[in-house]
């Protein structure tokens, strides 16, 4: 079982930065991929990106390519979402998940945190 908790999210202007974290309980952090997604209200969840357990490999939605960053530190059992550039049609709550294969699908991930939300200003 993993625990999921995510934090950072904010209300910011059109341009500006935030930082997401997602916060994982459980031994087997390290063996997730780890991505994330966000909703924003009347639509549906999307992917935004994933990393792989080693932190080698990173795959995003080309709406963010460029302008988001994840990683992730297996010692400290967190994955981390660097948002530059934020633009208004970025606002939505921003969900981190945690599973064995990852992929850009929802369904392919297991465990899902709460959700953070943000919230970009014109």
């Known amino acids: 079982q993993v625990q999921l908790v995510e934090s950072g999210g904010g209300l910011v202007q059109a341009g500006g930065s935030l930082r997401l974290s997602c916060v994982a309980s459980?031994?087997?952090?390290?063996?997730?991929?780890m991505g994330w997604f966000r909703q924003a209200p009347g639509k549906e969840r999307e992917f935004v990106t994933r990393?792989?357990?080693?932190?080698?490999?990173?795959y995003y939605a080309d709406s963010v390519k460029g302008r988001f960053t994840i990683s992730r530190d297996n010692a400290k059992n967190t994955v981390y979402l660097q948002m530059n550039s934020l633009k208004p049609e970025d606002t939505a709550a921003y969900y981190c998940?945690?599973?064995?294969?990852?992929?850009?699908?929802?369904?392919?991930?297991?465990?899902w945190g709460q959700g953070t939300q943000v919230t970009v200003s014109s």
């Open positions: 998940a945690a599973g064995s294969s990852g992929g850009s699908i929802d369904r392919m991930y297991k465990y």
């Open positions: 459980g031994r087997t952090f390290s063996s997730y991929v």
């Open positions: 990393i792989s357990w080693s932190g080698s490999g990173t």
